[in-house]
């Protein structure tokens, strides 16, 4: 049998898969800072919401039939390892995306419990493993050099893209600033019309009824 994934290897196909994501994100971002004008941020947002859904939707779709078909993620693949069953092979397309999708609800209660018993455990098993009887195995360590490069890239993307979106705030920064201020002014509006409200429901006179007659001395 291969060995157990290395903790650490483990963590790098996981910020790999987790990557992917991250730079979507980052590039939806960029899309909506883009907007020098509000309505075309608005604009930009509303376009946004619908590939904001779906997109991550179908990358874990598609990472769980690579698990299923090639035994990893887009991120274990590349790094060496395998996701197999206690015979060796690939794990089912039913237990790929129980894996997938129900796996994080399983291993992340109790501040990720479930994922820090990788560590604890023999086999370097977590909850989600246990659960759909599978391990994440080292299957061809000479492919760290690809995970290690892939983590490279990311780097320097990320810091491309973050310097982006900086530039693109620095560019546009009257324009939120506007944005901001129009906003502090609402909610002022608002208390001040809060205030103004109880204010004359405390100057409302209650009604006195008069003293009858007979009550009067």
């Known amino acids: 049998m291969k060995p157990a994934s290395p903790i650490a290897i483990r963590i790098l196909a996981a910020v790999i898969d987790m990557g992917i994501f991250f730079f979507f994100w980052m590039l ?16 930009n947002l509303i376009i946004s919401i619908i590939p904001a859904i779906l997109v991550p939707l179908c990358v874990q779709v598609i990472q769980a039939i690579l698990t299923a078909k090639t035994g990893g993620t887009v991120g274990k693949l590349i790094c060496g390892l395998r996701v197999v069953n206690d015979n060796i092979q690939p794990i089912s397309v039913k237990l790929a ?16 419990l479930g994922y820090i018993w990788i560590v604890l455990n023999p086999d370097r ?20 050099t690809a995970g290690i490069l892939t983590f490279i890239i990311y780097i320097i993307t990320a810091v491309y893209l973050l310097n982006s979106s900086l530039n693109l705030l620095n560019t546009n920064s009257g324009m939120y600033r506007q944005i901001i201020r129009e906003i502090g002014d609402e909610f002022s509006n608002i208390r001040r019309g809060q205030s103004e409200n109880s204010d004359n429901n405390q100057k409302i006179p ?12």
């Open 28 to 43: 939806m971002l960029v899309r909506i800072l883009s907007a020098s004008e509000l309505s075309g941020l608005m604009n």
């Open 125 to 144: 098993r977590g909850w989600h493993d246990m659960a759909t009887g599978s391990r994440v195995i080292y299957h061809a360590p000479k492919m760290i």
């Open 206 to 217: 209650v009604p006195v009824s008069p003293t009858p007659a007979y009550y009067q001395l």
């Open 97 to 112: 995306f129980f894996r997938t999708f129900i796996g994080p609800i399983i291993s992340s209660p109790i501040f990720g």
